[in-house]
């Protein structure tokens, strides 16, 4: 069991919460690439388009007097749209490249470690009801056998303090019976509530939680690392 799980294995909430939070981050990281991806291409896109227009079309095709001029205007041009649609192009990669590398593994990843969580959720929650209920019940097995210890007590004393040839003596002497019945009984309950939840805490201890809480520790740490 590592460190972690010793030291927060009664803290899953916290722990759940951490990573939840760890996860939203991803999406909204994520969903920045995406957007910067469709900008990317959008904007190659019309670059390219752009520059697969005849440069100087109704400007060097009327025949206009041949100058040293409109000569270098017209290689600048041609220059101009060779480097436009290279950097469309590139642009246009670039788009493909951050949705295949970064998009599609961050949106993957989410999804399986979402998946992976909620089930972690799942059994953390019903181990920690598992102890929260049996002490529940060792509590109430204690109030009960608190109460009939003190029902017996007062049993016992009315019948010791009543005279040996009271008329009332025999149901006294029922009464503290009765109650010595009832008091025994709710010690073996409440014994056999403290063992279940002992039982349930130990395991939850030694097994069940440490097996939840370093998986989600697990996929703080694969988070971490995807980034």
Known sequence: MSEASTALWNKFDELNSKIVSGLTTVK??????????????????????????????????????????????????????????????????????????????????????????????????????????????????????????KDYETAREAKENAPSDAKNIKTLENRENQTKTKMDKAEEDYKNAVEKFNTIQESNFKENLPTVLNGLQEIEQQRYETL
């Open 28 to 149: 909204d990281m994520n969903a920045y690439f995406k957007q910067r991806a469709q900008g990317l291409e959008n904007y190659g896109k019309n670059l390219t388009g752009l520059c697969k227009q005849p440069p100087g079309a109704g400007v060097f095709t009327k025949e206009p007097p041949v100058t040293k001029e409109a000569t270098t205007l017209k290689e600048a041009l041609l220059a101009d749209q060779v480097l436009g649609l290279a950097l469309g192009e590139f642009l246009i990669e670039m788009s493909t490249k951050i949705t295949d590398d970064v998009f599609k593994v961050l949106e993957t990843f989410v999804k399986e470690k979402e998946t992976a969580r909620k089930k972690f959720e799942t059994d953390g929650r019903k181990f920690t009801k598992q102890a929260n209920d049996a002490k529940t019940q060792a509590n109430r097995a204690k109030d009960t056998y608190l109460k009939a210890c």
